[in-house]
């Protein structure tokens, strides 16, 4: 018995669920030594700013209990460089692109969405308005509500590509976020990014990480991740991209029980690089198990 | 790069507390240069850990490799319990290594304690080569002269220092490359060890106007260049040590900047064992 995995996020057409998270596949170009690229559902690049960004101090990583903290801060080449090197090599390959930009106004999300609408093979736009390791932008613009409308609004109305809002966890009310970015025009929302932590060295009393603090990633916050999927599942209609410690098929079922239409996977790609395409054959097998034949019968069917 | 499942075929405690291993892979013992790296993912029971670097030790030629840790943390402490015919999941061969010109005459190997990791397998090919080279080894103590044997029989002239004097010269290798490299005169200097040790013999390789090269320890998480973690501090910007290096050449090292110091791993307590994990002398 087949299954169908394919899924629509709201025009996105993926052939299966599975795409890596930003920030954690590069453009591919060193994950394609190792997996298959064309089994994935997307392709989905590391955040591009306007300029390019020399990233924060080093030590940027730090691992902890089931997870580990990084502050990279966007070290990226910007956005010309991207699409002159980067993206004809994503492009090679027969996986719908998701480009996520991050700027430090309104005007600099604004005007990379402007670029990116005349780009042709570019599938989506991410906005990242939750990196918690850059000091403008990023994470101020996610964790207001106000400010997250404002911010969609002003992508929204500069391109026309299906718009996805990535959204912080490191807030009170994410149903709060999730309907104003809604209602400004999000196509999709991916949630979460990482949760701000700190880690301390106890022999030299600094901390472990040279910004200080850092985002944690990995299971350590997937029950965060699930629970806040579910509460954007019952505030707003749009699909859902679920995100966070998600390492196998079981942990990617979770997400879609809550409520998630597609999954990404992000510090697991560095453990196993064979992760996505892992998850892909076990969402396969676990469909067929259950007696299911779509990828969708089980989308939102937690019983509460 | 390879994702392979390789065969354990020999184990070894050669100090407490210091294992080598040998693993089978035909492919990376073809590919692998010395001072690149393979990354390892540990086998324990945590439900998460993220794979551990270390610099390929020594190769069999078309069959196997070895490497070459001590027992620092959670990953090391898992991988010192495998056993003979247990596979580990391992990604290689990685970053850049040591680079060497076709013409070059003379060598100068300078290691601190498990330094010695990458240096060794340097070592055979420079041997190969027919290149002249002089190991200039440092240690805390007589008792834990690790790989001594096997450079003073591949090299021309062996020095060694110990931090107790109970072997050698009493002091460090760096206070020891000063009082010789007059005598010495090497067209370039390889090291590996302790942050500090690879600042000193930069600074008396600069002095004497001699290429110097040395191979970073830094936490990683990807180890291909993806996640940007391993990033350090160099005059030409940022620079990924599982990329770019570990081997860096150290005129463009920064590293008298704070930053610097910050973004090496040493003594880091994230339990994130770094690159061939140098612990001892310098």
């Known amino acids: 018995m087949s299954v169908n995995l394919s899924v629509n996020l709201s025009g996105i057409k993926m052939k299966n669920p599975v795409m890596p998270a930003s920030g954690t596949f590069g453009a591919g170009r060193e994950f394609s030594e190792l997996i298959d690229i064309n089994r994935l559902g997307a392709l989905v690049a590391k955040t591009v700013t306007l300029k390019p960004r020399d990233g924060n101090i080093p030590p940027r990583l730090c691992e902890v209990s089931s997870g580990m903290l990084n502050s990279i801060g966007l070290q990226n080449e910007g956005i010309d460089h991207f699409l002159k090197h980067d993206f004809p090599f994503m492009r090679e390959f027969d996986v719908p692109i998701i480009v996520n930009i991050a700027g430090n106004s309104l005007e600099e999300y604004a005007q990379l969405c402007r670029e990116l609408d005349r780009v042709e093979g570019v599938s989506g736009i991410e906005l990242n308005i939750s990196c918690p390791n850059i000091k403008a932008g990023g994470i101020a613009f996610g964790a207001s509500s106000k400010l997250a409308e404002q911010v969609t609004a002003a992508a929204r109305y500069n391109t026309q590509l299906p718009l996805i809002v990535k959204l912080t966890p490191n807030v009170y009310n994410i149903s709060k976020i999730a309907r104003a970015v809604t209602s400004a025009g999000a196509d999709v929302i991916s949630l979460i990014n990482t949760m701000v932590g700190m880690s301390i060295d106890t022999n030299t009393f600094k901390p472990n990480l040279g910004n200080i603090t850092g985002g944690l990633s990995g299971p350590a916050i997937k029950p965060i991740a699930v629970r806040m999927v579910w509460e954007v599942a019952q505030s707003v209609k749009i699909p859902i991209i679920g995100i966070g410690g998600i390492s196998n098929a079981l942990d990617a079922v979770e997400f879609f029980l809550a409520g998630a239409t597609a999954i990404a996977v992000g510090t697991a790609n560095f453990i196993n690089p064979t992760t996505m395409t892992d998850i892909i054959s076990g969402l396969e097998a676990y469909l067929v198990e259950k007696g299911f034949t779509d990828i969708s019968q089980i989308i939102g069917k937690v019983k509460t | ?282």
């Open chain 2, 1 to 282: 790069m390879l994702q392979i499942k390789a065969d354990i075929i020999g184990k070894e405690e050669v100090m407490p507390g210091v294992f080598n291993l040998i693993l089978v892979s035909p492919e990376i013992s073809r590919n692998a240069r010395p001072g690149q790296f393979v990354h390892v993912l540990c086998p324990t029971d945590d439900g998460f850990m993220l794979r551990r670097p270390f610099s390929i030790h020594r190769v069999v030629p078309g069959r196997a490799f070895e490497i070459l840790f001590q027992v620092v943390g959670k990953g090391t402490e898992a991988l010192s319990r495998v056993k003979i015919h247990d596979t580990l999941d391992i990604i290689g061969p990685l970053g850049t290594g040591f680079k060497y010109s076709e013409d070059i005459r003379s060598a100068l190997l300078i290691a601190g304690g498990l330094g010695v990791a990458p240096l060794l397998f340097l070592a055979e090919e420079l041997v190969e080569r027919q290149v002249l080279f002089y190991p200039m080894l440092g240690y805390k103590t007589k008792t834990q002269m690790l790989r001594y044997i096997d450079f003073k029989r591949l090299g021309k002239k062996t020095y060694a220092a110990t931090e107790d004097g109970s072997f050698g010269h009493e002091g460090t290798v760096a206070d020891l490359l000063n009082r010789t490299v007059h005598n010495i005169r090497p067209e370039i200097i390889y090291a590996c060890g302790p942050v500090g040790m690879l600042k000193k013999i930069s600074e008396t390789a600069d002095e004497f106007g001699i290429e110097c090269q040395v191979s970073l320890e830094t936490k990683m998480a990807c180890g291909i260049g993806v996640c940007l973690g391993c990033a350090c501090v160099t005059r030409r910007g940022y620079k990924m040590a599982c990329k770019d290096g570990p081997v860096f050449n150290t005129r463009d090292i920064l590293w008298g900047a704070e930053d610097y110091e910050k973004g090496l791993a040493n003594g880091c307590g994230c339990d994130n064992e770094a690159l061939s994990e140098t612990d001892s002398a310098g």
